[in-house]
Each structure stands twice: as structure tokens, then as C-alpha cells.
């Protein structure tokens, strides 16, 4: 009887192990094929381009940063070129990625952003680098430029967002077609809070 009291407890602890490792895997299968969670974004869209930029959420706390996606596609079925007039080599890129992109593009900032505070008063803008320096890329049909931008607001501000609620907007100061004189694309403004 003892004997078969201490197998049926082994079965016991096996089966329940094998259940539980089992569960575990399941639920992280589960929680893997559910789509990340998006911030809120915004578009404008200016044949033959759209920009577009998104926020990683719409509530931070004070003294948190900001994680800003940026992203230039060629939404025409002809190759598109590039023209900006300035350079800004930014420090908070996180990473930049092309699909369709010459490879001169560089390690450049190419986007930017405006911030204003609930008085509409500017806090931060930054569209135009402190270079003044001429370049162009070509982007092909469905072809992208895709900027992920770390904001530390108290580098640039020298102290956090005061808590509050905020507008931005995404910029991109450049032309489209050669020849053309250079614009300001700017997406609609997304709310922001800093708690």
C-alpha cells in the first residue's frame, strides 16, 4: 500500500507539474500573438507623401520621456526625391529604418516636432537642424523612411515637463519634387499629459 501511495504521489506531482508548466506556456502564447499596444498617432497626407508620427502613450509621469515614431512613406507609384536644406544630427534617435531608401540618407534627425503647452504657448520646436546643408534621397513607390526619436525633455529644457497637458505635432520641413521650394508638412496635434 505504501508503495503505491508514493508512486500515486509521484503521478500526482508529475501531472500536476506537466498542468501547470503546460498552463504557463499556453498563456505566453497567448500573451505573444496579441498585438503591442499603440500610442495615439496622426497622418497628413500630401500626394505624393505621407507623414505620420506616433506617441508611445498619451500619459507620462513627471520627469518620464517620450518615445516619438516618425515616418515619411512614398504613398505614389513613382520614385519620389527628398530635398531638405538643413542637417541636425540629433542625439535621441533610437534607430532608423528604409525600405526603398537610397543609402545616402545618413544618420540624420529628418523629422521634427512642435510642443505647446494648455495656453498654446510653444515649449518646444524643433523642424530644422543648425546645419545648413543641402541633400536629397530618393524613396521608391511604398518605399518609407521610419525614425524612432527618445525625447529627454529635460535635456533640451534643462527640467522636466512641468505636469500638465500638452499638444505636439509632427514637422517635416523639406520639398518632394526637385524644384519645388521647400515646406512644412505638419500632421494634427495629439494630446498628451504629464501626471
Known amino acids: 500500500m505504501v508503495e503505491w501511495l508514493a508512486s500515486s504521489r509521484t503521478r500526482a506531482v508529475i501531472l500536476v507539474s506537466v498542468l501547470i508548466v503546460a498552463s504557463v506556456l499556453s498563456v505566453y502564447a ?10 495615439p498617432s496622426v497622418v497628413i497626407t500630401s500626394p505624393p ?3 505620420s508620427m506616433e506617441l508611445d502613450k498619451t500619459a507620462y509621469a513627471y520627469g518620464e520621456n517620450m518615445t516619438i515614431t516618425f515616418c515619411l512613406k512614398n504613398i505614389s507609384n513613382e520614385t519620389v526625391t ?5 542637417m541636425d544630427f ?10 526603398g531608401v537610397n543609402d545616402t540618407i545618413g544618420n540624420s534627425f529628418h523629422m521634427g516636432f ?5 495656453n498654446g504657448t510653444v515649449i518646444y ?10 541633400y536629397e534621397f530618393t524613396v521608391e513607390p511604398d518605399g518609407y523612411v521610419r525614425q524612432i526619436f527618445f525625447w529627454k525633455h529635460y535635456d533640451w529644457l534643462a527640467s522636466p515637463l512641468p505636469r500638465g497637458t500638452y499638444q505636439i505635432r509632427g514637422i517635416f520641413y523639406g520639398s518632394c519634387v526637385p524644384g519645388f521650394p521647400t515646406s ?12
Open 184 to 195: 512644412a508638412l505638419v500632421t494634427p496635434s495629439i494630446a498628451f499629459i504629464v501626471e
Open 114 to 118: 512642435s510642443m505647446v503647452d494648455d
Open 49 to 51: 507623401i505621407e507623414f
Open 90 to 99: 540629433a542625439t535621441g534617435i533610437l534607430s532608423t529604418e528604409t525600405k
Open 30 to 39: 497567448y500573451l505573444s500573438s496579441l498585438t503591442p499596444q499603440r500610442g
Open 125 to 134: 520646436e524643433r523642424f530644422k537642424g543648425p546645419f545648413q546643408a543641402t
Open 82 to 86: 527628398v530635398g531638405k536644406t538643413s
